[in-house]
């Protein structure tokens, strides 16, 4: 992936204990100079969110320990500011507006790929206004 700097500077703070998720959130964050952070427990997340004050923080809801709302509660209550990027294991529609209630800035499926989740983070920095599948450059 040809590295366009979309997001130079941008604190990406990710948290997730799968393997799979993280990968497919560094091939979108980094070939694009953002900086990624991340957390596999959200008792450790909460802290290092405070600490790095990142420009967005991406939510894997399949945390096994804690239920998402709970967490999403508890970031949006310390730092409502909080662009939140929540990847959702349902595809059911009603979930979606349940956490845009709570704050929660995007909703995507959790199997997303580097594209999707490309274009969702764009869409939560106010990068791209509509988010759309699109092909990042590649080299």
Not at 20 to 37: A, K
Not at 108 to 135: F, M, W
Request: hydrophobic share 40%; aromatic share 6%.
């Amino acid at each position: 992936m040809k590295n366009d700097g979309v997001f130079r500077g941008k604190k990406i703070f990710l948290i997730t204990d799968d393997s799979q998720v993280l990968r497919n959130v560094q091939d979108c964050v980094l070939p694009h100079e953002g900086v990624l952070f991340h957390a596999d427990k959200p008792r450790n997340a909460l802290g290092n969110a405070l600490a790095k004050n990142p420009d967005l923080i991406i939510y894997d809801d399949r945390m096994p320990a804690f239920q998402g709302s709970k967490v999403i509660s508890i970031l949006k209550r310390v730092r409502p500011h909080w662009r939140i990027l929540l990847l959702s294991l349902t595809k059911i529609p009603q979930r979606s507006i349940d956490v845009s209630a709570q704050g929660v800035t995007f909703t995507i499926q959790r199997d997303s790929g580097p594209r999707q989740i490309y274009n969702a983070v764009k869409h939560c920095l106010g990068i791209a206004s509509v988010p759309r599948v699109e092909t990042p450059v590649h080299g």
